[in-house]
């Protein structure tokens, strides 16, 4: 969602922040702004649209070494420019950005209006603008330290002020910021992407703290202005990662990063000789792993699908009885902790509001809850009691690819340690191991069939509603199928258990709606073929995705799109990639921005 990015150093910073910005687009936004002091004076420009708008409304000229920029991506007032970050107080002199939601805005706008405040824009966050301002006396930091303990809501805050050149200030509640710390020069940022071009030496704030940056330093304090000392960490990711290269979209790009996704995932975690995995980060020992009796999963979106199927191979392979659940149900429905339950969170970003919450709220109730994160340092990998990170590398396109397919993974290598501490025999987890070592492999195999897909791609496009079907371990991927078809190409797509059609969604076929089934040869395969000819009895357009030289469902389906055959168990792998790439070629031939869809948002810090 909103990105936040802020300079001061001896370079100019315009053109610093407008990088950063860019470097946040993908985060998702409706317009954008920055906020530069020079010589006692303070320039803003803000814009609708995309950053390369807010470049061409930036005068060329603009001078000032300390600046603060920001995406805004709507919550609180239409997308104009007036609403776009940052925000003044009347003087003009203070400004701020912010991201999250001030939840008591109301309150505190009413109050500042009949103090003779005149707001100008319909935002919760111009506010801040004024309380800080209220409270400014020459020292910005302690005018932000009395205007914080107002806030109700969440909070990432950059803030500057003209009578104080060189300085920004950030706090946060709720909302990621991290400091980029650079030679003689300083950046606050919400995700380290937007400062990885300039450092990779980075120190992230927590909740409740204020940072203060000078060009050549910074110090962090808590909200009773106690020093907190923090370690600089350093970034893994390289510069290259986040970039397009030869490919059209990170989207793509992205989906064809998935057999290294999926080895990067595994690397040093399998342990051959004792036909297991090893998980350290998990910070379990071997009995309290034993005294785990139950599995629930929460997670939202793409992370839920693979929660979905981690859930179908735990309870099938390691007997543990294991649910996923959408993070936002379970947070509000004063979820049941019972004793010797294991929780995952699972979250590409770490940041997703849903799945914090939920964490939070299970973790009172005291239980222990495992993160399965993609970006190290964001807020569920601190806030848990352990986990795994899955090391995909970036994942800058919108729609979730690669960290679904490691997230995935993740949960086949948590499955294997705990089959193999119960009833799991060393030669099966020789086999789990050897099925696992050649799913690289396998995916590979699988983008090369991306001619196929694309040829269907354009038979298909033009239909306005699908189908996306399977069974078993197959139904989360069907679901996954269907969200990046309607995601990325808007194109209105459902995903179901093939047997719950005929309870209802075959009311929906005809020869407008098609129907995409993932048939896997396993022991549903019969039924899933009778599914597969209701449909087509109804004259519905039939696209199978197969295991390779199937000529039984070549015969009933329209069109089939084969992948290397793989153990049913480890089909999920093989058979997502086709949808993904459908999907992308659907938005693709239909001219949607594919890497940053309508609408959406990277990581969804809002409930
Ligand atoms: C879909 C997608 C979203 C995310 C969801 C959770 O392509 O990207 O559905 O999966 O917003 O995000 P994370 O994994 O960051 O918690």
Same mark, same amino acid.
């Not at 350290?280 to 839920?304: F, H, K």
């Not at 993740?410 to 799991?424: I, T």
């Not at 039924?527 to 039984?552: P, Q």
């Not at 093989?574 to 659907?586: D, R, S």
């Given at each position: 969602?909103?990105?936040?990015?802020?300079?001061?150093?001896?370079?100019?910073?315009?053109?610093?922040?407008?990088?950063?910005?860019?470097?946040?687009?993908?985060?998702?936004?409706?317009? +954008?702004?920055?906020?530069?002091?020079?010589?006692?004076?303070?320039?803003?420009?803000?814009?609708?649209?995309?950053?390369?708008?807010?470049?061409?409304?930036?005068?060329?000229?603009?001078?000032?070494?300390?600046?603060?920029?920001?995406?805004?991506?709507?919550?609180?007032?239409?997308?104009?420019? !007036?609403? +776009?970050?940052?925000?003044?107080?009347?003087?003009?002199?203070?400004?701020?950005?912010?991201?999250?939601?001030?939840?008591?805005?109301?309150?505190?706008?009413?109050?500042?209006?009949?103090?003779?405040?005149?707001?100008?824009?319909?935002?919760?966050?111009?506010?801040?603008?004024?309380?800080?301002?209220?409270?400014?006396?020459?020292?910005?930091? /302690? /005018?932000?330290?009395?205007?914080?303990?107002?806030?109700?809501?969440?909070?990432?805050?950059?803030?500057?002020?003209?009578?104080?050149?060189?300085?920004?200030?950030?706090?946060?509640?709720?909302?990621?910021?991290?400091?980029?710390?650079?030679?003689?020069?300083?950046?606050? +940022?919400?995700?380290?992407? /937007?400062?990885?071009?300039?450092?990779?030496?980075?120190?992230?704030?927590?909740?409740?703290?204020?940072?203060?940056?000078?060009?050549?330093?910074?110090?962090?304090?808590?909200?009773?202005?106690? *020093?907190?000392?923090?370690?600089?960490?350093?970034?893994?990711?390289?510069?290259?990662?986040?970039?397009?290269?030869?490919?059209?979209?990170?989207?793509?790009?992205?989906?064809?990063?998935?057999?290294?996704?999926?080895?990067? /995932?595994?690397?040093?975690?399998?342990?051959?000789?004792?036909?297991?995995?090893?998980?350290?980060?998990?910070?379990?020992?071997?009995?309290?792993?034993?005294?785990?009796?139950?599995?629930?999963?929460?997670?939202?979106?793409?992370?839920?699908?693979?929660?979905?199927?981690?859930?179908?191979?735990?309870?099938?392979?390691?007997?543990?009885?294991?649910?996923?659940?959408?993070?936002?149900?379970?947070?509000?429905?004063?979820?049941?902790?019972?004793?010797?339950?294991?929780?995952?969170?699972?979250?590409?970003?770490?940041?997703?509001?849903?799945?914090?919450?939920?964490?939070?709220?299970?973790?009172?109730? #005291?239980?222990?809850?495992?993160?399965?994160?993609? !970006?190290?340092?964001?807020?569920?990998?601190?806030?848990?009691?352990?986990?795994?990170?899955?090391?995909?590398?970036?994942?800058?396109?919108?729609?979730?690819?690669?960290?679904?397919?490691?997230?995935?993974?993740?949960?086949?290598?948590?499955?294997?340690?705990?089959?193999?501490?119960?009833?799991?025999?060393?030669?099966?987890?020789?086999?789990?191991?050897?099925?696992?070592? !050649?799913?690289?492999?396998?995916? *590979?195999?699988?983008?090369?069939?991306?001619?196929?897909?694309?040829?269907? +791609?354009?038979?298909?496009?033009?239909?306005?509603?699908?189908?996306?079907?399977?069974? #078993?371990?197959?139904?989360?991927?069907?679901?996954?199928?269907?969200? *990046?078809?309607?995601?990325?190409?808007?194109?209105?797509?459902?995903?179901?258990?093939?047997?719950?059609?005929?309870?209802?969604?075959?009311?929906?076929?005809?020869?407008?709606?098609?129907?995409?089934? @993932?048939?896997?040869?396993?022991?549903?395969?019969? *039924?899933?073929?009778?599914?597969?000819?209701? !449909?087509?009895?109804?004259?519905?357009? @039939?696209?199978?995705?197969?295991?390779?030289?199937?000529?039984?469902?070549?015969?009933?389906?329209?069109?089939?799109?084969?992948?290397?055959?793989?153990?049913?168990?480890?089909?999920?792998?093989?058979?997502?990639?086709?949808?993904?790439?459908?999907?992308?070629?659907?938005?693709?031939? @239909?001219?949607?921005?594919?890497?940053?869809?309508?609408?959406?948002?990277?990581?969804?810090?809002?409930?």
């Amino acid at each position: 969602m909103c990105g936040i990015i802020g300079y001061t150093g001896p370079r100019k910073a315009a053109p610093i922040l407008i990088e950063g910005l860019k470097r946040l687009e993908y985060r998702g936004y409706d317009s +954008a702004g920055i906020g530069v002091g020079c010589d006692g004076a303070l320039t803003i420009c803000k814009k609708v649209g995309k950053i390369k708008d807010l470049r061409e409304a930036v005068p060329d000229d603009l001078d000032g070494c300390y600046g603060i920029g920001h995406t805004r991506w709507a919550t609180h007032g239409g997308v104009t420019d !007036v609403n +776009a970050h940052p925000h003044t107080d009347t003087t003009g002199n203070l400004a701020i950005a912010h991201n999250g939601i001030i939840e008591n805005y109301l309150i505190l706008k009413a109050r500042l209006e009949a103090e003779g405040i005149t707001f100008r824009t319909e935002t919760d966050s111009e506010v801040i603008a004024h309380l800080i301002a209220q409270h400014y006396e020459g020292d910005l930091e /302690a /005018a932000v330290r009395k205007a914080l303990p107002l806030l109700k809501g969440t909070y990432g805050i950059v803030c500057l002020h003209k009578g104080n050149p060189q300085l920004i200030i950030g706090a946060r509640s709720g909302s990621p910021l991290v400091v980029g710390v650079g030679e003689d020069e300083m950046f606050l +940022a919400s995700d380290v992407t /937007a400062v990885l071009a300039h450092t990779k030496q980075v120190v992230y704030l927590e909740d409740g703290e204020v940072v203060v940056l000078t060009e050549k330093d910074f110090h962090i304090t808590d909200l009773n202005e106690r *020093k907190i000392s923090k370690t600089i960490d350093e970034i893994s990711w390289e510069l290259e990662e986040i970039e397009k290269g030869d490919f059209k979209h990170y989207m793509v790009k992205e989906i064809y990063e998935q057999p290294e996704a999926i080895e990067r /995932a595994c690397r040093g975690r399998l342990d051959p000789t004792q036909a297991t995995a090893r998980l350290g980060g998990l910070n379990l020992s071997p009995a309290q792993l034993l005294d785990v009796e139950r599995i629930r999963i929460i997670a939202a979106g793409t992370s839920y699908y693979a929660g979905l199927v981690g859930s179908y191979l735990i309870e099938q392979l390691a007997r543990i009885p294991c649910q996923a659940e959408l993070a936002s149900e379970v947070r509000y429905r004063n979820p049941i902790v019972e004793r010797n339950t294991l929780h995952f969170a699972v979250s590409q970003s770490g940041e997703t509001a849903d799945t914090l919450y939920a964490m939070r709220e299970l973790q009172r109730k #005291g239980s222990c809850v495992l993160g399965i994160c993609n !970006v190290v340092g964001s807020t569920i990998a601190r806030e848990s009691n352990g986990g795994v990170y899955i090391h995909s590398g970036p994942e800058i396109a919108v729609a979730s690819t690669k960290a679904f397919s490691s997230q995935v993974t993740a949960f086949y290598l948590f499955c294997l340690l705990m089959a193999r501490k119960r009833h799991m025999s060393y030669e099966t987890g020789e086999w789990f191991l050897q099925e696992l070592t !050649v799913i690289p492999e396998a995916v *590979k195999a699988v983008l090369k069939t991306e001619p196929v897909i694309k040829k269907l +791609a354009k038979k298909y496009a033009g239909y306005k509603d699908f189908l996306f079907l399977g069974r #078993g371990i197959n139904y989360p991927v069907a679901l996954e199928g269907a969200l *990046k078809l309607k995601e990325i190409a808007y194109i209105h797509a459902e995903g179901y258990s093939a047997a719950e059609i005929k309870h209802g969604p075959i009311a929906l076929i005809n020869e407008e709606t098609p129907s995409m089934f @993932l048939v896997p040869d396993d022991r549903l395969r019969e *039924k899933v073929i009778s599914n597969m000819k209701e !449909v087509k009895a109804r004259r519905g357009k @039939l696209i199978a995705v197969v295991g390779e030289g199937d000529d039984e469902i070549r015969e009933i389906a329209d069109d089939v799109i084969e992948v290397p055959r793989v153990h049913t168990l480890f089909s999920p792998f093989v058979m997502v990639v086709p949808l993904q790439l459908f999907a992308y070629h659907c938005a693709v031939l @239909l001219g949607r921005d594919v890497d940053q869809p309508r609408n959406l948002a990277k990581s969804v810090t809002v409930e």
